[in-house]
């Protein structure tokens, strides 16, 4: 089985319409659904019942190296504070969402070890869709 990898050729990041690029080593880009879709329930005369939810909340996490223009695009709008579309190109899906925003500006440090910021976009209308082959 082939590894998967993160290729910049193949996969793409777009924040209000802007490609993204100097992303960091290791792990640049991640997605999660907040929230289950359903719930289960089993009442005391034990009748399982399942409770769908709609919650299309999630989060995209992106990471990238200071001191570049990446940067500087996303703490520009960290601290606008805005509402952005948010779309994740990987190889076999999509996710998206027309309201993302970054409620936390990205932890740092001074080390010889390689830079990374991590900013995190919390999506209100989180998709995620597989793409066909």
């Not at 200071?66 to 695009?73: H, I, K, M, R």
Request: hydrophobic share 40%.
């Amino acid at each position: 089985m082939a590894t998967k990898v993160f290729d910049t050729r193949l996969n793409s990041v777009s924040v209000d319409g802007k490609i993204l690029a100097d992303y960091a080593d290791g792990t640049p880009v991640q997605w999660a659904h907040s929230q289950p879709n359903s719930q289960a329930f089993v009442p005391s005369m034990g009748n399982p019942y399942r409770v769908i939810k709609n919650a299309p909340l999630g989060t995209i996490t992106v990471r990238v190296l200071p001191d570049t223009a990446t940067f500087q695009f996303l703490m520009e709008i960290a601290n606008s504070q805005r509402e952005v579309p948010i779309v994740v190109n990987g190889t076999g899906e999509r996710v998206s969402g027309n309201y993302a925003t970054i409620n936390q500006f990205p932890a740092g440090n001074i080390s010889d070890a390689d830079q990374v910021r991590e900013f995190v976009f919390e999506v209100l209308d989180y998709k995620d869709e597989a793409l066909t082959a």
